[in-house]
């Protein structure tokens, strides 16, 4: 297995929209993208600042005119307060990942120096296994994963984006 | 004595009061019987009307809202009662019309089991609504009932759905009936730009041939008297989509009738050399604009539209105006002066009269000919509903519109089937008003079980059938672009219609002549005891021109039939 399929490439787009917490938002915004054959890549939702909101943080890929249309018909949905594209801005981007190894005890140590550089944690730990966690910008992920994965991988999970804009301005 | 508390159902149809309903339309069913228990015990004055089938209580729901401009409210049970609304809700939010559609529902402990008639209709409608709601607590009615109906008739006006678990309408209501709304993601856009208004008003005032261009969304916001007075001031030539036939009189000197695909001649000849075109509340419909790549590809263009994602999905407007279209005009009138328009105005006076929209009096009789007919005999004052079809194209091009909401027809969905119950509708909405429904025998046969519901209250629609016998839009597809392969066209079989009418009670009348045409459907128009269906036996292969075929750039416009085999067209049916 190659980690080709998880990185990120240049036609994703990083979308945030702040929602009503209430049932069906998701499917409706989802809907929206389907309809136009957009694929939803990562896809992070947990409540905003109170309850009554949420926060999604959407990456998409597909040509950015379609996108445009996306971005309104999302807008314009009852539920959504406002959808934004974050695409090309100087945003703050985090994602982590927990990715299990096949390690055995003495390959231990080069997997170890391989996440330090990377600044990643050692989750769980079993004769068979090794768990990391590592959290940063997508590439960043992506160049750990890419070395990583020199042992076999049992599994990875990554949350996918979540972004916020920097300085006072809003999401 | 304390006060009684309210069941869901008794809240809701309170709250439905206090939206103003006057009619609910819609089929009972098991999901449902609280809500139709709740029309009897609380005495309302709302008319519960019983169709047939809940298709036609959607359509007539959605021809009383087109007609009046009020929300239309449809009630159905659950399961197949629910899904049967589904082509009434495409209809209409395809084109832009607030109706309300009340949906009983199994009772929520077995949501999700499936339960006896349990549909996921809230699931199932998501991508034809404006908005929806599954009920889960008896208490959150009247808070939904008001955001619904806040959310169908403002803005740009659509369906929302209220699916109504029966446990729920069952239920004891003790929240206020006066709830608040709890809308925050709702915006509606308002008042324009004023800058943006000086902006176009400057490119108008440097526009030597200007066009109107008006859709429904300048009826829906009331704007006809104040787009007359600025085209009138700008001596501007004003067209009107298909469903905006009656946001400017189309009997006005300025009048290019509507443009696209069947429209006439003279407003496709304008969007092709027009230096500016100002589009008030159209979405640009693919039927209007042919290639859109070389749609007005020379000229400003100027997009008013209430809804921002129409900005820029088909057509890159020169300067956008997200704002209520009666504003927008509003405000341009005051910054606008006449312009200098006479060899413009000139040019257009002869392409209309080089190409006027005709056809041949001679041979079997026309459809053209009837609709035109029924035009002089009602003076053009009738409300009128199109089926969809050759002779929705026909009633479009010769029942001139000068009145809004005049003339009610399936733009977007194209739904076979609408016109008979919209002119149920419609005619509930006036009881005094003429209102005729030109129908195809295909149309016709997809609701006609709603004759019932129209003699039952004995509306005196005029239903006037135009048979050619055939599903005569694609024949005529078929005839132009497949080598007139016929296929899946031929209506061998249809029933006697003015028999069939009969047989509901209705009225029936024959037309096989056109000696007969003028005295018949004078008979017909004198007939005000119920519905009366007009059978008109007319020519069975009768093509639609103009025709821009679908694809083509409007320059390719057929005036008459082509003399030459044609390719077969590229853009979308």
Redesign the interface.
């Known amino acids: 297995m190659t980690t080709q399929r998880f990185v990120s490439g240049d036609d994703i787009h990083s979308l945030s929209a702040y929602?009503?917490n209430k049932?069906?938002v998701l499917?409706?915004i989802a809907?929206v993208f389907a309809?136009r054959g957009f694929n939803i890549d990562s896809l992070v939702v947990s409540p905003g600042g109170t309850g009554?909101?949420s926060r999604m943080t959407i990456t998409a890929k597909g040509n950015p005119e379609g996108l445009?249309?996306v971005i309104?018909?999302v807008?314009?949905?009852?539920?959504?307060?406002h959808c934004f594209d974050h695409t090309g801005q100087d945003v703050v981007v985090r994602e982590l990942a927990l990715v299990k190894l096949a390690v055995t005890p003495s390959e231990r140590t080069e997997v170890l120096q391989v996440a330090a550089h990377f600044g990643a944690k050692t989750v769980d730990l079993t004769e068979e296994s090794l768990t990391l966690m590592i959290t940063g910008q997508s590439d960043k992920l992506d160049a750990m994963l890419g070395l990583a994965t020199k042992w076999p991988l049992i599994e990875l999970v990554r949350t996918g984006k979540v972004i916020m804009a920097r300085g006072a301005a809003v999401t | 004595m304390t006060k009684q508390i309210l069941d869901g159902g008794q809240a809701l149809v309170k709250c439905l009061e206090n939206e103003g309903v006057e009619f609910m339309f819609g089929i009972s069913g098991g999901a449902a019987i609280p809500i139709f228990d709740a029309v009897v015990t609380t005495k309302t004055n709302i008319k519960l009307v019983l169709t047939r089938h809940e298709q036609g209580a959607a359509h007539i729901a959605d021809g009383y809202a087109r007609a009046t401009g009020k929300a239309g409210v449809a009630l159905v049970t659950s399961g197949p009662g629910a899904t049967n609304t589904i082509t009434g809700i495409l209809t209409a939010h395809m084109d832009s019309v607030p109706l309300i559609v009340l949906c009983g529902q199994a009772i929520s402990p077995m949501l999700g089991k499936d339960a006896f008639q349990e549909a996921d209709i809230f699931g199932m409608t998501m991508p034809v609504v404006k908005h929806s709601y599954l009920v889960k607590n008896t208490n959150d009615i009247p808070r939904v009932i008001r955001e619904a109906f806040k959310i169908a008739t403002t803005g740009r006006p659509g369906p929302v759905l209220i699916d109504l678990p029966k446990d729920v309408t069952a239920g004891p209501c003790t929240a206020d009936l006066l709830s608040a709304l709890d809308l925050p993601g709702y915006k509606v856009p308002e008042a324009p730009d004023s800058r943006i208004i000086l902006q176009i008003a400057e490119a108008l005032a440097k526009s030597e041939r200007p066009v109107i261009l008006a859709g429904h969304g300048a009826l829906i916001a009331d704007a006809a008297a104040p787009l007359r007075a600025l085209a009138e001031k700008l001596r501007a030539p004003v067209m009107t989509t298909l469903l905006g036939k009656g946001a400017f009189p189309e009997t006005h000197e300025l009048s290019l009738g509507w443009p696209g695909m069947h429209g006439t001649a003279y407003a496709n000849k304008a969007l092709c050399e027009c230096d500016l075109i100002l589009n008030i509340g159209s979405r640009f419909d693919d039927r209007i604009l042919g290639q859109p790549a070389r749609f007005c590809r020379d000229a400003v263009r100027i997009h008013c539209d209430i809804d921002r994602s129409e900005i820029g999905k088909m057509i890159e407007p020169h300067i956008a105006c997200v704002a209520d279209a009666r504003l927008t005009v509003e405000a341009l009138l005051e910054h606008v002066a006449p312009l200098k328009t006479e060899a413009w105005l000139r040019r257009l006076a002869g392409y209309k009269k080089k190409y006027p929209l005709k056809y041949r009096k001679t041979g079997s009789l026309k459809m053209q000919h009837v609709i035109e007919e029924m035009y002089k005999l009602t003076g053009g004052r009738a409300i009128v509903t199109a089926d969809v079809g050759q002779h929705q194209m026909w009633a479009a091009q010769f029942y001139r519109t000068d009145e809004p909401n005049k003339f009610l027809t399936s733009g977007g969905a194209g739904t076979m089937g609408f016109g008979l119950p919209a002119a149920i509708g419609a005619q509930f909405g006036f009881p005094d008003a003429c209102v005729v429904c030109f129908t195809g025998d295909g149309g016709f046969q997809m609701t006609n079980q709603e004759l019932s519901t129209a003699v039952l209250h004995k509306l005196p629609i005029k239903v006037i059938v135009l048979n050619n016998h055939y599903l005569g839009m694609v024949r005529q597809w078929q005839e132009l672009f497949y080598d007139d392969r016929k296929s899946g066209v031929d209506l061998e079989g249809n029933p006697d219609f003015a028999k069939l009418a009969e047989a509901f009670g209705a009225k029936g009348f024959n037309i096989r002549r056109q000696g007969d045409l003028r005295r018949v459907l004078q008979k017909a128009l004198d007939y005000n005891d119920g519905p009366c269906v007009i059978n008109v036996e007319v020519e069975k292969t009768d093509n639609v021109f103009p025709m821009v075929p679908a694809g083509r750039p409007l320059e390719d416009m057929l005036i008459e039939p082509p003399k030459y085999k044609m390719d077969k067209p590229t853009g979308s049916t």
């Open positions: 929602v009503a049932p069906g499917a409706r809907q309809r009554d909101f445009q249309q309104e018909q807008g314009k949905l009852v539920d959504v307060l």
